[in-house]
């Protein structure tokens, strides 16, 4: 009875561990869709394409409420971290959302 218990115990441990790999790696495969999002807009920016909805408001200063539900879809936190990483990011979603993934990665 005690190995068996040992040994469901293990198991579960595993899986958490397998599931805490694979949300993870989720998580850094959706900031690399976001990165690549906005290399091509900044791309289309520096060819004189016309600038996307929101970039404006975030030049000056402004967080946009997609932006800020972006954040916290992606990187997993409240509104609130959302919107302090966002300003300490100049509003960049990429840079808000990398740091506070790796704020999180230190914390585990």
Known sequence: NEELTRVHTSAN???TRVRA???EAQR???VAAVQE???QEAVAASRG???PRGVAEKEQGQADEDD?????????VTRTKALA?????DNDICCAVLQLC???LKGR
């Not at 990483?85 to 990011?89: C, E, G, R, T």
């Open 28 to 30: 850094l495969q959706e």
């Open 13 to 15: 441990e595993e899986l």
């Open 85 to 89: 990483a966002l300003k300490a990011n």
């Open 102 to 104: 790796k704020e999180d």
């Open 37 to 39: 999002a906005a290399v």
């Open 21 to 23: 790999s694979t949300n």
């Open 49 to 51: 394409a016309e600038v």
């Open 68 to 76: 800020v539900a972006e954040v916290m879809d992606q990187a997993g």
